[in-house]
C-alpha cells in the first residue's frame, strides 16, 4: 500500500494495491531511459559550466536565505526554495550547492514526469501518446532548460503537476486527509511561486463540486480552504511588519514600475513628493520611457529608488494614467503572443549591443559564458505562446464537445486548463516581460493537452472509419 492510500484511504480495500486503485504502471523501461536522459544531461552541464548557473535571479536566493537566517522575511524571495538553497550552501558552501542544486532540480523534474504518466492516464491519453508525451519533455530542452538554474522554477512545476496528480484521486474517491495535504500543498507552491496564488481559488471551487457531486459536507472544504489562506495571510502580515507592506514580494512592485516606464506613465509631474520628483527628474530627461537597449529601469529599481519610494511612485502614476495603463495592459497580452513559451535568452535581441554580439549565432552549448546553461538547437526550439493558447482552445473545444454530449461536467480536464489559463493571464497582467520563463511551471500542461487532443482525434477518425467499413 502506497504512503498516501496508507494515510488518505486507511479503510478502503482498493487501496491496498502497490498504486492507488491500480492503474497501470508506467513501463520500467520508460522509467529508466527518462532517469538515463536526465543523468547524461545533468553530466553534460557539469563537464561544460563544473556547476549550475547563476544568471537572472539566482544569486538572489543566497541572498533570501541570509536575511531567512536572521528570523525576517526577505524582501524579494519567498522562503521555500531560498531554505532549500541556503541549507544546501550551510553544508556544502557555494560551489558545493551549485553542483547539487541542478540534481535536484532533475529529481523535481522526474518527479513530475512520472506523476504526468497518471494525469495523462486519467484523461485516456493513450499508452503510445503517453510515452511519446512524456520523452517530449525530456528532448525539448524549453521544457527543462531552467533545472539547469538555481532557480524556483522546477520545484514550483513539481507542485502544480503534484497537485493535479492529487486531484485525479480526490475526484476518484474523496477524502478529508487528501484535501488537507492539497491545502498544505497549494500553501508550499505559492510560498515557492507567489505566481501560483490562483491555486486557492481554482482548488476550493473544484472540491465544492466534488463534494456537490457526491451530497458530502462542505465543512471539510472550508478546512482545506483555510489552511493557504491562513498561512499566506500570516506570511503577507511578517511582509507588512518588517517591511510595511502586505505583498508577498518587492518585485511586484519592480514589475509595475518598469511596466509603467515600458509605456512611458511614469513622468515628473505626475510625482507628488517634491524629493522624489527631484531624484527622478534626470532619470525621465535621460530617458523619458519605451523599450531602450542596456535595461536601464531595472538598474533604477535597484539602485534609485527603494521600495517604498517606488511603490509611491508606481501608486503617482497609475492615479493619472489609470486608463493608458490598461490599454498598455491589453497591448502586453498582444506582444506575448510571439514571445518564446520558454526561457529564451534572445527575447531581448535588439536592446543591447553586448547581448546580441554574445547570443546573436550562439548554438546552446558551444561560446557560453562562463556560469552558463545548456540549451543545445536553441534556434529550433522556440515555441511562440500563441501556439500554447491555441492547444488550450482546441483541448477546451474537444472537452466543452463531450461536455454537451454526456452532460457532466469533466471537472479534472477543465482544471488543467483553467490552471494554464490562469497562470498565463497572470503572468502577463504582472510581468513586462520574460513570460516564458515565468510560465515555466505550468509548460508542460501544454503536452499534456496537446496529447489529449491527438488522442481524441485519431480515436474519432478510427471510429468513423470502422463505421463506414461497417456499412458498406
Not at 486503485?21 to 538515463?36: S, V
Not at 518564446?340 to 557560453?368: L, M, R, T, V
Not at 490552471?419 to 497572470?426: G, K, L, Q, R
Request: aromatic share 14%.
Amino acid at each position: 500500500m502506497s504512503l498516501l492510500a496508507r494515510f488518505c484511504y486507511p479503510d478502503d480495500p482498493q487501496a491496498r494495491g502497490g498504486r492507488f486503485y491500480n492503474p497501470p504502471p508506467m513501463p520500467r523501461w520508460l522509467w529508466i531511459t527518462l532517469i538515463a536522459l536526465a543523468t547524461a544531461l545533468y553530466i553534460l552541464q557539469l563537464a561544460i559550466f563544473s556547476k549550475g548557473c547563476l544568471r537572472m535571479d539566482s544569486l538572489s536566493y543566497y541572498h533570501a536565505w541570509e536575511t531567512i537566517k536572521g528570523i525576517h522575511t526577505d524582501p524579494m524571495r519567498t522562503p521555500v526554495y531560498a531554505i532549500v538553497v541556503g541549507v544546501l550552501y550551510e553544508i556544502l558552501g557555494k560551489d558545493g550547492s551549485l553542483i547539487i542544486i541542478p540534481a535536484l532540480n532533475w529529481i523535481f523534474y522526474l518527479m513530475s514526469l512520472r506523476m504526468l504518466w497518471d494525469i495523462n492516464q486519467q484523461l485516456r491519453v493513450k499508452r503510445f501518446l503517453n510515452i511519446l508525451s512524456l520523452l517530449t519533455l525530456m528532448l525539448i530542452p524549453g521544457f527543462w532548460v531552467l533545472v539547469n538554474f538555481s532557480m524556483a522554477e522546477i520545484m514550483a512545476m513539481m507542485w502544480v503537476v503534484m497537485l493535479l496528480w492529487q486531484m485525479q484521486r480526490y475526484i476518484i474517491r474523496p477524502s478529508d486527509r487528501l484535501l488537507y495535504i492539497q491545502g498544505g500543498v497549494i500553501s508550499i507552491a505559492i510560498l515557492t511561486k507567489p505566481l501560483l496564488i490562483f491555486l486557492v481559488i481554482l482548488y476550493p471551487i473544484a472540491w465544492l463540486i466534488v463534494r456537490h457531486r457526491r451530497k458530502g459536507s462542505f465543512s471539510a472544504v472550508i478546512k482545506a480552504t483555510l489552511i493557504p489562506v491562513v498561512i499566506c495571510v500570516g506570511y503577507l502580515y511578517c511582509m507588512y511588519h518588517t517591511h510595511t507592506f502586505a505583498m508577498f514580494t518587492a518585485a511586484n512592485t519592480y514589475n509595475s514600475y518598469i511596466s509603467l516606464r515600458y509605456a512611458s506613465l511614469i513622468t515628473p509631474q505626475d510625482i507628488t513628493d517634491p524629493g522624489l520628483r527631484e531624484r527622478f527628474t534626470p532619470l525621465y530627461d535621460s530617458i523619458p520611457g519605451g523599450r531602450v537597449p542596456g535595461g536601464p529601469y531595472w538598474q533604477e529599481v535597484t539602485a534609485a529608488f527603494s521600495w517604498p519610494e517606488l511603490n509611491e511612485i508606481c501608486q503617482d502614476a497609475l492615479r493619472n494614467h489609470r486608463s493608458e495603463y490598461n490599454r498598455a495592459i491589453f497591448h502586453r497580452f498582444v506582444e506575448s503572443l510571439h514571445c518564446s513559451q520558454f526561457y529564451s535568452a534572445k527575447e531581448d535581441d535588439g536592446f543591447c549591443p553586448d547581448h546580441d554580439k554574445h547570443y546573436g549565432s550562439w548554438d546552446g552549448i558551444s561560446n557560453n559564458l562562463t556560469g552558463g546553461y545548456i540549451y543545445p538547437f536553441y534556434s529550433y526550439t522556440q515555441l511562440p505562446l500563441y501556439v500554447g493558447l491555441i492547444i488550450t482552445l482546441a483541448y477546451i473545444m474537444l472537452w466543452c464537445r463531450r461536455w454537451l454530449n454526456t452532460g457532466r461536467l469533466p471537472l479534472f480536464a477543465a482544471l488543467i486548463a483553467a490552471v494554464y489559463i490562469s497562470a498565463y493571464f497572470i503572468t502577463i497582467y504582472g510581468a513586462p516581460d520574460l513570460w516564458g520563463r515565468i510560465l515555466t511551471p505550468v509548460s508542460p500542461l501544454l503536452v499534456v493537452m496537446a496529447a489529449f487532443i491527438i488522442s481524441a482525434t485519431t480515436g474519432y477518425i478510427r471510429r468513423r472509419y470502422h463505421k463506414s467499413s461497417m456499412n458498406k
